[in-house]
């Protein structure tokens, strides 16, 4: 027997948190019956688990994608206005893979895509601490002093704390700055607000990498499947065996097809 919630991320419907908001939504059935408590359980060998009508069964080897999401794209399988979104560029041969977290509509970079849900839970629950890092072109050149404060501690406008694990300088031009920050949770535009509380709004934000996996060498809206090699890297970081590499770049429309590891 294992916790309903569970069962559902394991059978990649989505992550346990989403999981207990469709338990909650009655859109979840056990053997017919719909079930709305998350703490509910279930076992995986003799029940009929349906979301939404359709059954589920646990996949027999789950699968892994890097997905470089332009700007301009939702972090959604669908969207009933019609706008573009993540799940456009997913087929039937990719399964029923989700959005390992989100990245902003004008935000674009390194997504991952999968249908094991316990991996997405540990890459997204701030309890695990692992290191997100960003490039965000930024108005202005933030001092030195701007840039520490950072891994300080800034009060955002919301009267919350926020802290920064790195902040330094990737590229300086005339009028903005390319600026690297490295943060260990995923808040409602954190880093957008992190430099609003320094005074330098974000132009610009750009993701190389999640959880260590790089689309430098992407462009955009190209998707693929991870090596063998990514995927024990993947695992490792979910698990917190391994630190996931800092990987540094600008987008490709910026700086073309490179990639500068560290």
Known sequence: MERLHKYLARAGVASRRKAERLMLDGKVQVNGQVVCQPGSLVDAQRDEVCVEGRKLSLPAQHSYFIFYKPRGVLTT??????????????????????????????????????????????????????????VAKVRGKPSSEALQQLCKGVVLSDGKPALALRAKFHRILKANSWVVLT??????????????????????????????????????????????????????????????????GLPARVAGVFASKE
């Open 77 to 134: 399988l669908a969207d009933p206005q019609g706008r573009p979104c993540v799940g456009d560029w997913l087929s039937k041969r990719h399964g029923r893979v989700y959005p390992v977290g989100r990245l902003d509509y004008d935000t674009e970079g390194a997504l991952l895509l999968t249908d094991d849900g316990d991996l997405v839970n540990r890459l997204l629950m701030p309890r695990f601490q692992i290191p997100r890092s960003y």
């Open 183 to 248: 943060v260990a949770e995923g808040r409602y535009h954190l880093v957008k607000r992190m430099f609003e509380a320094i005074g330098h709004p974000v132009l610009s934000l750009f993701r190389p990498a999640q959880a260590g996996i790089s689309v430098l060498e992407m462009r955009p809206g190209q998707m693929r499947a991870l090596t063998q090699e990514e995927g024990v890297l993947l695992k490792a970081v979910a698990l917190g065996t391994r630190q996931p590499p800092l990987v540094v």
